[in-house]
């Protein structure tokens, strides 16, 4: 497997953040599946790595960004995972988040790509 | 309980990685891994998991509480590791704390908590200032306040009530003297209480002929009838008359003992219990005088909601100004300041006499409670200099400073604890014992108790007590540099800092001077307290007994009887083996000024009369007192029937100037009386203030009810049965009140000030050993701490005494400094003591001299050991060791 990570993307910095909160967006999630949600949502581009998941997760709960709840999924009662939901306050940074995440990528393509002045 | 959540979860964090190491496995063999493969994999892509769970870890990061607790923990075992040291300051703590806590709970309990009456704010006591009477106010006359209650509108309600003492019996027995309140039937509607049992007064209470009705206090009820409901409709004999006890008042309600609201300021009481009984009294208005009766009746109002006090006292003082012109004579150019009324809260009145009293022990426990954290700072300050090394390394890796500094505090904290709750503990037992004891002169004894002021009083303690001796050594240890301590191996370079020594020379000196300060004031106390007690009294209590007795009403209603009484006892007396001289006096000596009357010379009419203590008394009396004859001659059996007056030598003075006044006549009590005899000056009225101003006249000539016999004999302790015998025999009605030695009465009159010296000298004694203690830990500590430089010195060639010098002078400077200040300041808040000090000016150099020496010799021996220790400091040893 050394092979695959030559082709894939190391997140940048703070990023995680962003698309943990992006994922939950669409309703709560345990903590494979949003690792899951974005890689696939990513064509397996952007690989998270699953040990920095986790303290992400827990550095979210303890902002008060999101919530954590142990509820059995779907039909199987027996078991148990710990599903991660957007609070209000996650929403609002969020939204934040994005809003400063657009601003980066165009002033870096600004550099990139200057678009001739008419 | 954050900390509490702290091992779930970490479960819960396994349990998470667990499902996801799961799900990861069940996605890969969905995919066709082989089952064991897919659990690697899983494990692989997760990555480190104790890494992932060191990171997450860090994420919940450490709660406030569990650092504070973990901090806990380490002191606690610090504190095993050196128990002699922790017992030493909880010991130190407890002291400092229990004494605090115990002063302060008096001082909540008497000055600061409002009386036990429903509204008490709206409570007043009314006095007047009568100017032919000079000084404090007294007692108002009842008539003037019926005029009062007539006519302002500031008063729901105006009470009167007299102290008195009654002969209680509640069956056949022998009377027994018990203190008794007689009141207008309206004082319970005043004070807004109801009865636990029975009924309270009602207005034809005090109706002359259906007056026979008492009411019992709580705590007469239980030491009097054992709380016995059946108690209520029972008749008991008071005075020889029968009376029925018609209710009882509840538990909380504690009527100001006699010793707090006295009519008259001067009047001392002996006796602090609350009176178990209160009867009403019949208000003969008519029968009373418009100009006199003062300072018999104490006056409690309740003020309308919302009527002022001071509104109130311009009420009252115009009547006053209607009733000099109208009904007492006076011109009205004089009329405004001849008999004025002032208000007073009541809660004022009550705890006014025993504030400053309060208030300065309250001062000087404080005083204590500094030195003791002074102390407590020193001690921890060495110890976490010691501990520098531990705090370097802890720096050095990176520990954040405020964990620190709560780790230095964390132990402070743990021992403050322990000695505030032991604290408060003593504390409790030590106002149990000062309850119980009624010779300690304070009022509202019966209700101090700890409650929630003081147990926050208590805690505020100990949290300051914390911090003073915590913070400081704290703050220096982490402002040390890591750097520094590592490389100096044994962290040598901050032993013997500068800013290290000069914080200990700070400590040093700020504890001479609280010591200083309290051994001064200490010692002013008792030589105050000397004072008294070896003054010039004018008399002698040595070898004398005093018997105090209560003549009942009824059957002595006869003056002749009263004074066949007195003889019959005074014979018995006079009978018993061993007695020299026997006498009778009116009112028994020191228990303060009573009887004024005015003395005012027959031939010079225009000549404005004095102020006098009328005493009856009975040949014999001042030879037992021994008192001192100046001009003429004492009473003799032919001063029966001729009105004959003996005078003090300042009234004579006064009156007579330096003519003799032998022989001339004089205004007493109604009647001319010719003056044979002229005493020396004494203090027999009180120990406290100049001699009063007294005329004795024969006891023959309207004799009183209230009695003292003073006899003076070899053995006096041996007489006591055969005085109580010759009483008795005279006649069973009469109880005997008291009946002790002169040398006791004397020292029971002083019981004021010798609680505050006692108190003041445990203090002072606390406070120099905590010196003391501090000044040898301090100097043991730098000796060690300089041992190499020492010994570098003795090997140079410095003599043993140039070390005792050496060492003496590091805590020198401080203590001299200390004491210096110690002394200025006593100077400066002497005039705050002057009330407190009799004979004896607040800056006395004589004492200031004794405490300088005192403090210096103290400070000398603690300096002592430690500097023997220094001189004997082996050279050789001492480099080798370098």
Redesign the interface.
């Known amino acids: 497997?050394p092979k695959e990570s030559t082709d894939r993307i190391q997140l940048l910095q703070g990023t995680l953040d962003m698309l943990i909160l992006r994922t939950l967006i669409q309703g709560p999630a345990?903590?494979?599946q949003i690792?899951?949600h974005i890689q696939r949502s990513t064509d397996d581009l952007l690989q998270v790595?699953?040990?920095?998941l986790?303290?992400a997760l827990?550095?979210l709960e303890?902002k008060g960004w999101i919530g954590a709840k142990?509820e059995p999924a779907g039909k199987d009662l027996k078991?148990?995972?710990?599903y991660y939901r957007l609070t209000p306050a996650g929403r609002k940074q969020l939204r934040a988040e994005e809003s400063k995440w657009k601003m980066l990528t165009s002033a870096v393509a600004r550099i990139m790509w200057p678009v001739e002045e008419s | 309980m954050k900390w509490l959540r702290r091992k779930s979860r970490e479960d819960e964090l396994e349990r998470e990685l667990q499902t996801h190491l799961q799900l990861e496995a069940e996605e890969l063999r969905e995919r066709g891994v082989p089952s064991a493969e897919a659990r690697y994999a899983a494990r692989r892509a997760l990555g480190n998991i104790t890494a992932t769970k060191e990171e997450v870890r860090r994420m919940w990061g450490w709660s406030l509480l569990e650092v504070l607790f973990a901090e806990i923990r380490y002191a606690l075992r610090n504190m095993r590791k050196n128990s002699g040291f922790a017992a030493l300051v909880v010991l130190t703590l407890t002291l400092a704390i229990g004494a605090s806590t115990a002063v302060f709970t008096l001082v909540d309990s008497v000055l600061l908590k409002p009386l036990s009456f429903r509204e008490s704010g709206q409570l007043v006591v009314a006095w007047e200032h009568v100017r032919f009477m000079g000084g404090d106010p007294v007692g108002p006359n009842p008539k003037h306040v019926e005029e009062w209650r007539k006519r302002t509108s500031a008063f729901t309600a105006l009470a009167s009530f007299l102290r008195w003492q009654s002969a209680f019996a509640s069956g056949p027995d022998r009377p027994r003297l018990t203190g008794s309140v007689l009141c207008s039937p309206n004082l319970f509607d005043v004070l807004e209480v109801q009865p636990l049992l029975g009924r309270l007064f009602q207005p034809r209470d005090g109706v002359k002929g259906q007056d026979n009705v008492a009411v019992l206090s709580h705590s007469g009820w239980r030491t009097l009838f054992d709380s016995d409901p059946r108690v209520i409709g029972r008749t008991i004999r008071v005075d020889d008359n029968p009376v029925e006890i018609v209710g009882i008042l509840p538990p909380d309600f504690h009527f100001p003992a006699p010793n707090s609201l006295r009519a008259f300021v001067q009047t001392q009481a002996s006796a602090a219990a609350e009176e178990p009984l209160f009867m009403p009294a019949v208000m003969d208005y008519a029968g009373m005088e418009w100009a006199g009766n003062y300072g018999n009746w104490v006056t409690v109002g309740r003020l309308k909601p919302g009527a002022s006090i001071r509104e109130a006292e311009s009420q009252i003082n115009g009547i006053q100004r209607q009733l000099a012109v109208e009904s007492m004579g006076i011109r009205p150019d004089q009329a405004a300041t001849a008999v004025t009324a002032l208000l007073q809260p009541m809660q004022a009145a009550v705890s006014e006499t025993s504030g400053p009293t309060l208030w300065f022990l309250m001062a000087a426990v404080l005083g204590l409670m500094l030195i003791a954290c002074v102390n407590l700072a020193n001690a921890q300050l060495g110890r976490a200099l010691a501990r520098g090394r531990d705090v370097a390394l802890r720096t050095a890796l990176g520990a954040a400073k405020w964990r620190l500094l709560w780790n230095g505090l964390a132990e402070s904290l743990v021992l403050s604890a322990i000695g505030g709750v032991s604290g408060v503990l003593l504390a409790a037992a030590v106002l149990r014992l000062i309850a119980s004891s009624p010779s300690i002169d304070l009022p509202r004894l019966a209700e101090i108790r700890l409650n929630g002021n003081v147990l926050l009083f208590a805690a505020a303690l100990t949290i300051a007590a914390t911090l003073l001796s915590g913070l400081f050594p704290a703050l220096r240890v982490i402002r040390a540099d890591p750097q520094a301590f590592l490389q100096g191996g044994g962290g040598r370079t901050s032993y013997g800092s500068a800013s290290g020594s000069r914080l200990r020379s700070w400590l040093i000196g700020l504890q001479a001077f609280g010591g200083v300060t309290l051994l001064l004031v200490t010692l002013l106390f008792a030589k105050s307290l000397f004072h008294l007690l070896t003054q010039d009294k004018g008399f002698d209590p040595r070898g004398a007994a005093i018997a105090v007795v209560k003549i009942p009403g009824k059957p002595f209603e006869a003056p002749q009887s009263r004074v066949d009484f007195i003889e019959t006892v005074l014979r018995g007396l006079r009978a018993l083996p061993g007695v020299e001289s026997a006498g009778f006096v009116s009112r028994t000596p020191l228990d303060g000024e009573s009887w004024i009357e005015s003395l005012q010379r027959v031939d010079r009419p225009e000549m404005d009369g004095i102020i006098v203590n009328a005493r009856w008394v009975s040949p014999g009396y001042f030879e037992a007192t021994r008192q001192r004859l100046i001009a003429g001659r004492f009473f003799e059996e032919r001063d029966r029937n001729l009105d004959s007056a003996v005078i003090s030598e300042a009234a004579a003075k006064a009156l007579w100037g330096n003519a003799s006044p032998i022989g001339m006549q004089a205004h007493l009590l109604g009647r001319k009386q010719t003056v044979i005899g002229v005493v020396a000056d004494s203090r027999i009225t009180s120990l406290k203030t100049k001699p009063a101003k007294v005329a004795y006249v024969h006891y023959q000539y309207r004799t009183p009810y209230s009695a003292s016999f003073i006899v003076r004999g070899a053995a006096v302790d041996g007489l006591m049965p055969g005085i109580r015998q010759a009483v008795w025999n005279a006649s069973p009605l009469v109880a005997i009140a008291r009946l002790k030695t002169f040398d006791a009465q004397l020292t029971d009159s002083l019981a004021r000030e010798r609680l505050q010296t006692l108190v003041l000298t445990s203090f002072a004694t606390a406070a120099l050993l905590l010196a003391m203690l501090g000044i040898h830990g301090v100097l043991s500590y730098l000796v060690a701490a300089r041992k190499q430089e020492i010994g570098v010195r003795m090997a140079l060639g410095a003599s043993k005494a140039r070390v005792y010098r050496l060492t003496l002078a590091q805590a020198g400077t401080p203590v001299c400094i200390g004491l210096m200040a110690g002394l200025a300041a006593s100077a400066f808040a002497g005039g705050a003591l002057r009330k407190f000090l009799y004979g004896v000016e607040p800056v006395d150099p004589a004492v200031m001299a004794l405490t300088a020496a005192l403090f210096i010799a103290a400070a000398t021996v603690a300096a002592l050991l430690p500097a023997r220790r220094a001189a004997s400091v082996d050279p050789i040893e001492a480099l080798r060791a370098e």
Not at chain 1, 79 to 82: D, G, I, M, V, Y
């Open positions: 497997m345990h903590g494979h690792a899951k790595e699953h040990g920095s986790y303290p827990h550095r303890r142990w078991r148990e995972f710990k």
